[in-house]
């Protein structure tokens, strides 16, 4: 690369390489895609048949499977899209038959602090500007799937109190569903963080003397956190899709029955805005290695992974495939374990756990680094006290990985800022805990500083593992939310607000909602559910504020503690710094 990362910004380096990028065809079939299985958007996406691929390849035998999960990050993120373009890297550079499967970034964070979901470095996913920027599609579909089913509603809404039981069925040819306005489960959703959206009023009636919808309390979300998303990422097929689609729960009547979309008739003309979406997309690393981006659903707030299907493709045509899961451990591994591989049936050969020096020293002590503001001095000079500290967080990750019954690799992703005193305080203690370690310089060297990365991999991929879940679907509910609360992040409990045992109350009391998987909301910034405890925290209760039901999906969905399914835009946000080179045309300043 002529760029260097100490001196460029992702934006400028993504640019170079994209000079001399590969086509979507010489990526096609680099993977092994024959012409008809690869559906072209211009010379260097594209979207893949994945009905003609499995079929085509069904007897073929699986690749390895590899996950890439990390410690609890800092509020900047500890580089697992990084690592994980790094990996393929540096595995294509001892000429393995490698690709990756990615989520899809949202809008909200690449305008505000975390950035893009591309990499960074010399470890990056190409061409960054529509990747990052709506990429295929599938979000714009999402966003119009689900809010299709919040216009159902609300007119349904409106209809049934403005006309009798006979108006409304001679019109409408459905009888009376009786919905409770106040027991309004979904709420609308945009691809941006917009606190001023969390609470809002609709249907304010009565503007030009017309009937603007029923008024009620309602909310926004950001898309990544829609159950569409979410059944984007486990669908199967489109059947599966289809059926899912039509159990979303979007209401309950005044007898506390639930609404869903089928009962609205409005989940055949949703599916009808996913049947695209469903194929997953294709790109390509800065050197060159296959990447299929399908689905986005955040960790914290979602369940925090790419699709199955990206994944069922990935595995039949390449030897070496690496999927990534969001946050840390605790919750996005915790969601790939328990949720996607009981739904995939897929059974992981590796799972890797980054952590950076920067994060090990924010959990031993450091100032917490703030987005928008220069990194402290603490995190630019040595300070191997406080990496020792830390590692407290990354052995509690490294035991939760043990726990699926899997062997880690400790990704140690460097920076040329870190000692290599730092760095052998984090080898020695991973290494005490017997896990692999790795040390990798993939930002800063691309696949050339990952080629022990890829060799500790490959190692570990030939060990023997015993995958098994945490629980069990038939085991009641406050054992599984227990049950995750004290083996996965540590706490001594938990507490329920009257919102949410009345809500466990109900689901466990249906034999088909009881059994479904369970999706944890928790901040992404602690093992607890308070953002500002740091490191390994104890003397602590998990609280539980109110639990969703997310029938389609297939999850119950625990909130712990203040986290909000609509983030905030905060007071330094990355949209003031993107703008387009009028000379070019091109966009500049996304990271």
Not at 99 to 126: D, E, V, Y
Not at 171 to 193: A, H, N, Q, Y
Not at 449 to 475: H, R, S
Not at 550 to 574: D, E, H, K, Q, R
């Amino acid at each position: 690369m002529a760029l260097d990362p100490t001196k460029h910004a992702d934006w400028e380096i993504a640019q170079d390489a994209e000079k001399d990028m590969l086509t979507i065809y010489e990526i096609g079939e680099k993977l092994g895609l024959t012409k008809e299985e690869l559906l072209p958007q211009g010379h260097y996406i594209a979207k893949i048949d994945f009905r003609a691929v499995l079929e085509r390849l069904k007897d073929k035998p699986n690749g390895k499977y590899i996950d890439v999960t990390a410690i609890t990050p800092t509020p900047l993120g500890e580089g697992k899209s990084t690592s994980s373009m790094g990996l393929v890297q540096g595995l294509g550079k001892l000429g393995k038959n490698v690709c990756a499967a990615i989520r899809q970034p949202s809008g909200g964070p690449t305008m505000n602090i975390k950035g893009s979901a591309a990499g960074g470095g010399l470890a990056q996913c190409i061409p960054l500007t529509p990747f990052s920027l709506g990429f295929t599609g599938d979000i714009n579909a999402i966003m119009n799937a689900h809010n299709l089913a919040m216009v159902a509603l609300t007119s349904r809404l409106q209809h049934e109190r403005n006309y009798t039981d006979e108006q409304l069925e001679r019109l409408s040819g459905m009888k009376r569903i009786d919905i409770d306005p106040t027991r309004v489960e979904m709420g609308w959703i945009m691809d941006f963080c917009c606190q001023a959206l969390r609470n809002i009023i609709i249907g304010i009636d009565g503007v030009n003397g017309k009937s603007d919808g029923f008024m009620m309390k309602s909310k926004f979300g950001i898309a990544v956190s829609s159950e569409v998303m979410a059944i984007l990422s486990v669908s199967r097929d489109l059947k599966d899709m289809r059926e899912r689609m039509g159990k979303i729960v979007v209401a309950y009547t005044k007898k506390g029955k639930p609404v869903t979309t089928e009962d609205l008739q409005v989940a055949g003309a949703m599916t009808a805005w996913m049947v695209d979406a469903l194929n997953p997309s294709l790109m390509q690393t800065l050197e060159g290695q296959p990447v299929i981006v399908h689905a986005g659903p955040f960790a914290n707030i979602a369940i925090g992974q790419s699709s199955i299907i990206a994944d069922r493709v990935g595995l039949k045509l390449a030897d070496y495939h690496v999927t990534e899961s969001g946050f840390g451990a605790d919750i996005g591994f915790e969601k790939f374990w328990n949720l996607k591989c009981r739904f995939s049936g897929l059974v992981p050969d590796c799972a890797v756990v980054v952590a950076t020096i920067r994060a090990l020293k924010c959990h031993g002590g450091a100032p917490v680094p703030v987005p928008g503001k220069p990194m402290p001095q603490e995190y630019l000079t040595e300070n191997v006290e406080w990496v020792e500290k830390g590692c407290a967080n990354l052995i509690h990750h490294i035991r939760n990985v043990r726990k699926a019954g899997i062997s880690p690799v400790v990704c140690i992703n460097a920076f040329y800022t870190d000692t290599d005193a730092e760095i052998a305080k984090v080898r020695e203690l991973s290494e005490a805990e017997g896990a692999k370690v790795a040390l990798s310089r993939h930002w800063e060297k691309g696949g050339d500083g990952a080629i022990e990365f890829a060799e500790t991999v490959i190692e570990a991929c030939e060990e023997k593992t015993e995958f098994k879940f945490l629980y069990e679907l038939d085991m009641p509910i406050k054992e599984r939310i227990g049950l995750i609360a004290k083996e996965v992040y540590g706490a001594d409990g938990v507490e329920y607000s009257n919102e949410a045992n009345a809500a466990i109350d109900r689901i466990q009391a249906d034999p088909e909602l009881s059994k479904m998987g369970m999706c944890m909301v928790k901040t992404h910034l602690s093992l607890s559910d308070n953002p500002a405890l740091k490191g390994v925290p104890t003397g602590w209760t998990l609280k539980i504020r109110e639990v969703l039901t997310y029938g389609g999906a297939g999850f119950i969905v625990p909130v712990a503690g203040t986290i909000s399914l609509m983030p905030g835009t905060g007071s330094n946000p990355a949209f003031k710094r993107v703008d387009v080179n009028l000379e070019t045309g091109k966009v500049e300043g996304v990271f």
